[in-house]
């Protein structure tokens, strides 16, 4: 009794077993058969890309004197205004320098008041010489001086003549040597004015590499400036920019933010993919070629305040542009 009922409970077990196994794929298969109708469309009027990051000016400052760092009125991460005052350096050789042009303008400028009254006293000379010749020439020709009289007042108007043109070059020099200081006192002033660094745009001081009292060169990196403004660099593949245009929407996931969307738009297309634009672009006329996708830079700006969240320069972003 016990065996037929084993076997007729198998017997009823058996179809629901065998409806399951088919039931069952064809579930999953309509599953993914939906998902990928769904990924089909949505690929067709979004296109995305994962090789993308966030973008900034970011402002490298350098002194343009060298010298001993005085005061520093900068820390990490400080937020600066445009014209703040962010870095003294030691001004007393400048001022030195400054001074010294300023006297050697002085003296030049006294020389060059007595090379023009030399000018003007050989200019003299030479008027009254050049008139004493004429007369005596006029008179020579009617025979009533001698011919002694009239080479003297020729080598008088000859040597007067040379005098004035020494005494005019000097006042040139010294004219051109006055004209050589102003331009460096000029330079001087500038220089000295370098010695105070200003910001030249609101932003975040970062890479602060300088201390006070340390020894800074020309052109040397202290510290950077980032500005607020921030965009998305996002480089998709050449096949996924066919429909996009400039103006698109777009919607930017940061990984920062997990799940949080920001707004945005397509504001510029590169006109060359980004293998073409590096330093080293490739040369693909060679005999080892081989077809690789390239990708094109495409700038997205935010169409919204990003000023609440703490966006920066070099964050992985996921834009999706919505092409049609």
């Not at 460096?184 to 609101?202: P, R």
């Not at 830079?297 to 992985?316: A, C, H, L, R, T």
């Amino acid at each position: 009794m016990e065996e037929n009922k084993n076997a007729e409970t198998q017997k009823d077990t058996r179809p629901e077993f065998k409806k399951k196994r088919v039931f069952v794929p064809i579930i999953v298969f309509i599953i993914f058969f939906i998902c990928a109708i769904f990924y089909s469309i949505h690929n067709y009027f979004y296109k995305s890309t994962d090789d993308a990051f966030v973008e900034g000016h970011i402002i490298t400052v350098s002194p343009r004197v060298s010298g001993i760092v005085t005061d520093l009125k900068i820390e990490d991460n400080q937020e600066v205004k445009k014209g703040d005052l962010l870095l003294e350096i030691d001004d007393n050789d400048y001022k030195v320098k400054l001074m010294q042009t300023e006297a050697k303008l002085q003296e030049a400028e006294s020389a060059l008041k007595m090379a023009e009254s030399e000018t003007e006293k050989t200019q003299s000379e030479l008027t009254f010489a050049q008139n004493d010749f004429d007369r005596y020439s006029k008179m020579y020709e009617k025979g009533i001086t001698s011919k002694q009289a009239y080479e003297e007042s020729e080598t008088k108007l000859t040597a007067a003549n040379l005098n004035n043109k020494s005494a005019q070059a000097k006042y040139d020099e010294i004219n051109a040597s006055i004209k050589r200081l102003e331009s460096e006192i000029e330079e001087n002033k500038l220089n000295l004015s370098y010695t105070k660094i200003y910001a030249v745009q609101d932003g975040l001081i970062t890479n602060r590499s300088v201390e006070e009292g340390n020894y800074v060169q020309t052109a040397q990196p202290l510290f950077a400036i980032v500005p607020d403004k921030m965009w998305v660099v996002a480089n998709f593949k050449e096949t996924q920019i066919a429909n996009m245009k400039k103006g698109q929407k777009v919607k930017i996931k940061i990984d920062t933010f997990g799940s949080k969307k920001f707004l945005g738009e397509v504001e510029s297309i590169q006109r060359s993919t980004g293998a073409k634009a590096s330093l080293f672009p490739p040369e693909n006329a060679v005999g080892s070629y081989v077809k690789i996708v390239q990708r094109v830079p495409v700038k997205i700006i935010f169409k919204e305040d990003i000023s609440q969240y703490n966006i920066v320069p070099g964050m992985s972003v996921i834009p999706e542009v919505k092409v049609r």
